[in-house]
Each structure stands twice: as C-alpha cells, then as structure tokens.
C-alpha cells in the first residue's frame, strides 16, 4: 500500500520551546489515521507542517509525495482540509460555498456545476441550496465543510477536530461519510477529543510533550496498555506529560 504521509525526525521550534520533538511515522493510501494528544501536545503545530502553512526547523516529511520544506504550494493544491471553525463561509449560501471551493480548488465551471448537483442530492441538501450556511444546524454544516474539503477528490484530507459540539447521532453520520472517502482511497487524518472516535481508526498515534509516545491500532494500543477503552490508553499516556497547555 502507498504512503502519503512520510515524516522522520520532525521538528519545530518556537525559541528555547520545543512544540514538536523528533516524530517519525508514515501514513498510507486510504487509511484513517488518528492524531491524538491533549491540549498543548503539539498537534495542531505538526498538522500546520504537514499542510505546508509552517516550514520545520529539522527533519524532513512528505506529504502526497510532495516535500513539506520545498513544495508547498503543490501540497497545499493535494490535500483538503477542515477544521471545526472556519471551514466554510457562514454569510454565503450553501451553493455558493461550494462553487467557490470549487473555484479555489481549480476546478472547471461545468465540473464544478455537476459536482454541485451530486453533492446536494447525496447529502439530502436540495432544499437547502438558497439557504445561508450560518442558518444550517452544526451537523449539517459539518457534513457540508467534509464534502467540501474533499470536492476536488484530494489525496489527502485533514480533520482538525471535525465533531466537536456535534451530537452523537451526527457523529455517526459523520464517521459514515469518513469511511467512504477512505473506501475510495482518500486517506483520512484526523484528530479528535472523543476517544470513541479513535476506536474507529485504523491507526492511532499519540503525542506527549511533542513527541508520538504511542502508535498502532487501536485494538494492539488497547492490548499493549491493559485497557478496556482508548480512553484508558489516552488517560494513561495523558499523565505523564510534564508541560502545561
């Protein structure tokens, strides 16, 4: 199976703090992989590398085959991404949101405009077209920022969190929609703070003061820590961190 994400001794520095200390791990084609770790760990300082928008201060990683020091840019063009704030545009409608992702993303006008169409049937969303994103549940503008982060089909999309405030039966759907970008060989990765969502992982890592302290499947990490749960697992690993948030 192909690897989209390679990363060996990576590193960032912020003065005499170090946010990210020496990780190694590779991620492959169509996996969902978690990136777990409590506030302050340095998760979001290694996503914000390995989506190109911060250069590290040693090691090396690629990303969608593309060097996270020098390429960039054609990073940046190969993966989505979504966050669970400032995903989408609340003060534009929900068609307009798509057409300009669509448009950022480079798609041409007639792709983007039978892409449109396919999105909104598959999310039940035809009603919904004229109506302003701020005016949509949580939920439905979660499920609405993934299908948009993946509407150019990217290699790779990022989840920062993606479910938060969401309920549990949206969560479901959610993980629903996660798992069949996977089945269609987007690789999915993804941090959360619900670590029933790390049961559905094919991978988990988790970071400790900056370093990844635990990495395998959720089912071996459980084995391996005497756990019942990967919350178990995370509480264990989570007390031994040693600097604050």
Not at 23 to 37: A, C, M, P, T, Y
Not at 172 to 186: L, V
Not at 210 to 232: F, T, V
Request: aromatic fraction near 10%; proline fraction near 2%; charge should be neutral.
């Amino acid at each position: 199976m192909d690897k989209v994400i390679e990363v060996e001794g990576l590193t960032k520095r912020f003065g005499n703090f170090t946010a990210v200390d020496r990780i190694s791990f590779d991620v492959k084609r169509g996996e969902i992989f978690g990136f777990l770790g409590a506030n302050g760990a340095g998760k979001t300082t290694a996503i914000h590398m390995l989506c190109g928008l911060s250069k590290p201060t040693e090691g090396r990683g690629s990303v969608a085959g593309f060097d996270i020091t020098r390429e960039n840019e054609m990073i940046k063009q190969n993966i989505g991404y979504m966050s669970q704030k400032f995903s989408l545009y609340e003060d534009l409608r929900v068609w307009e949101n798509i057409r300009l992702f669509g448009g950022i993303y480079g798609l041409a006008d007639k792709v983007i405009a039978k892409k449109t169409e396919e999105l909104l049937e598959r999310l039940n969303f035809k009603s919904e077209r004229n109506t302003m994103v701020k005016a949509l549940p949580l939920g439905w503008k979660q499920k609405l920022a993934f299908s948009i982060a993946i509407f150019h089909e990217p290699e790779i999309v990022f989840l920062d969190e993606p479910t938060g405030g969401v309920d549990p039966a949206m969560r479901r759907q959610f993980w629903e929609m996660i798992y069949d970008a996977a089945e269609r060989g987007i690789t999915v990765f993804v941090t959360t703070h619900y670590m029933e969502e790390a049961e559905y992982c094919h991978r988990v890592s988790i970071m400790v003061d900056g370093r990844i302290d635990a990495l395998d499947s959720p089912r071996n990490l459980r084995e391996a820590y005497g756990a019942k749960s990967m919350d178990e697992v995370f509480q264990q690993l989570a007390r031994k961190a040693q600097r604050a948030d």
